[in-house]
Nanobody, 117 residues
Framework: QVQLVESGGGLVQPGGSLRLSCAAS????????MGWYRQAPGKQRELVAT???????TYADSVKGRFSISRDNARNTVYLQMDSLKPEDTAVYYC???????????WGKGTLVTVSS
């Protein structure tokens, strides 16, 4: 098992930036892909971005060109750099890790991002 802990959320003005971190309790080498999801009030959880062990990335259309996902296997951490934030980016952001060996998904508890003036 692995524990995932997100950090870096907070209140930011429209147009601002935040960097989210997802720290794993153990090695993330065997987890692929890892990703970020978000859930806004009253809405379903949606995919934001994913990254494979080899570094291949995918993004939701709504964040392409504004968000960037990366992973540091040595530090067992996945990051989400969020730029040009919009009010519609307001949500709880969750880290996800898929363990290929047993087919299990692991989730963090989430970090709240609020974009408001």
């Amino acid at each position: 098992q692995v524990q995932l802990v997100e950090s870096g959320g907070g209140l930011v003005q429209p147009g601002g930036s935040l960097r989210l971190s997802c720290a794993a309790s153990g090695s993330i080498f065997s987890f692929s892909p890892m990703g970020w999801y978000r859930q806004a009030p009253g809405k379903q959880r949606e995919l934001v971005a994913t990254i494979t062990r080899g570094g291949s990335t995918t993004y939701a259309d709504s964040v392409k060109g504004r968000f960037s996902i990366s992973r540091d296997n040595a530090r067992n951490t996945v990051y989400l750099q969020m730029d040009s934030l919009k009010p519609e980016d307001t949500a709880v952001y969750y880290c996800n890790a898929y363990h290929r060996a047993d087919g299990k998904d692991y989730w963090g508890k989430g970090t709240l991002v609020t974009v408001s003036s």
